[in-house]
Nanobody
């Protein structure tokens, strides 16, 4: 009962920045604060990677590949999740998905994804 729509993807040069947004539409009786949220990415030839997570207590976790460069935040009052991506590198090229779950890790709801391409 959560509909997620990502935006903010695009093409940038190495070293550039992007901010991804995920707008959540919640069915009656649900709030974004009741969910664990994450950004995951999928690149050709690679397994899906959970790059950033934020839970209902504000706990955050990042994959080693993006730690120090990406920041996940959420604005519960507006039902929006963000991923600030700095110092982007070609290996960050992937389709990025917003996901939500009642239990962190068991991602039940997914957006359609937004493409991020980093190239010279």
């Amino acid at each position: 009962q959560v509909h997620l729509v990502e935006s903010g993807g695009g093409s940038v040069q190495p070293g550039g920045s992007l901010r991804l947004s995920c707008e959540a539409t919640l069915w009656h009786g649900y709030t974004l604060g009741g969910y664990c949220m994450a950004w995951l990415r999928q690149a050709p030839g690679k397994e899906r990677e959970e790059v950033a997570l934020i839970n209902y207590d504000g706990y955050t976790n990042y994959s080693d590949s993006v730690k120090g460069r990406f920041t996940i935040t959420k604005y519960d009052a507006k039902n929006i999740l963000y991923l600030q991506m700095d110092s982007l590198q070609p290996e960050d090229t992937a389709m990025y998905y917003c996901a939500a779950a009642r239990t962190c890790g068991s991602w039940s709801f997914w957006g359609q994804g937004t493409q991020v391409t980093v190239s010279p």
